[in-house]
């Protein structure tokens, strides 16, 4: 039996401890890293060229350039990351509102609809009163006074 068999014990806890503890760290390096360059294309005011030489300065001396940026820019990461964070939320309420509201159509497209089917006959005048009353109070969409013009035996 000339090959040797490590077993557990052979592998201090200590060296475990060191060997978890540089992982970590290697994994926090690059996260650090990639918040880093993700700042660098974020930040509006930095031209092209200034954006360039700090990519360079990261990549060509990592450790000494993404240092070098956390203390030159660093503390306004944070600020640049929530103003991104607060730009994005206002474009969803926007959509969110924008979406809403053209779901519902307008009080004018809702009379032209009644309109529409007084005049093929689907509607009486008293039906079309009373649904051009609840459009104009906003207490009825097309659709309660379309029923009533699908089933005009009701």
């Known amino acids: ?35 880093i360059i993700t700042d660098i294309f974020r930040d509006d005011r930095l031209s092209g060229w200034a954006k360039t030489g700090w990519l360079v300065f990261c990549v ?17 990461m944070g600020r640049r990351e929530i103003a991104q964070a607060r730009a994005q939320q206002e474009e969803f309420n926007a959509y969110i509102r924008e979406t809403a509201a053209g779901g519902r159509p307008s009080s004018a ?30 207490h009825g969409p097309a659709e309660h006074s379309g029923s009533t013009a699908r089933d005009p035996g009701r």
């Open 60 to 76: 060509v001396l990592p450790f000494l350039g993404v240092f070098v940026y956390v203390i030159a820019r660093g503390k306004n």
């Open 1 to 35: 039996m000339s090959s040797q068999t490590y077993l557990a014990y052979d592998y201090p806890l200590l060296s475990a401890f060191w060997t978890m503890l540089w992982f970590f760290l290697l994994i926090m390096w690059f996260i650090l890293l990639f918040r």
């Open 109 to 138: 497209d809702e009379l032209a609809k009644l309109s529409e089917i007084r005049d093929r006959g689907a509607l009486t005048d008293e039906e079309f009163r009373r649904a051009k009353e609840l459009v104009l109070t906003g």
